[in-house]
Nanobody
Framework: VQLQASGGGLVQTGGSLRLSCAASGFSLDYYTISWFRQAPGKEREGVSCIRSDRYTYYARSVKGRFTISRDNAKNTVYLNMNSLEPEDTAVYYC????????????????????WGQGTQVTVSS
């Protein structure tokens, strides 16, 4: 059972990136998948979540700029990030859990059983 996050990189302010979270060893069909990020010296925070029923949640700081989607046929979840800001610089992790979280719980790490290794996103000013 493995989650592989990819797609990070260096981009200028206002640029875009698409992160991918690919699963192997299990099917994502019935899982909630979320993206978290952790910047140096800061706590890990929830960025976005997509449940198995495709209901989505977003952190206030990224709403309107980031879009999460899933392609169950490819066993992959995507995070499209537009209008990137230096404050978005962090290591981004994807996580999978069988629970369908609600607004108050989707960003809690304890909801998720599986975690990817992280991909670095750096936004230059």
């Amino acid at each position: 059972v493995q989650l592989q996050a990819s797609g990070g990189g260096l981009v200028q302010t206002g640029g875009s990136l698409r992160l991918s979270c690919a699963a192997s060893g299990f099917s994502l069909d019935y899982y909630t998948i979320s993206w978290f990020r952790q910047a140096p010296g800061k706590e890990r925070e929830g960025v976005s979540c997509i449940r198995s029923d495709r209901y989505t949640y977003y952190a206030r700081s990224v709403k309107g700029r980031f879009t999460i989607s899933r392609d169950n046929a490819k066993n992959t979840v995507y995070l499209n990030m537009n209008s990137l800001e230096p404050e978005d610089t962090a290591v981004y992790y994807c996580a999978a859990g069988v629970v369908r979280p609600i607004l108050s719980s989707w960003a809690s790490a304890g909801v998720y059983e599986h975690w990817g290794q992280g991909t670095q996103v750096t936004v230059s000013s």
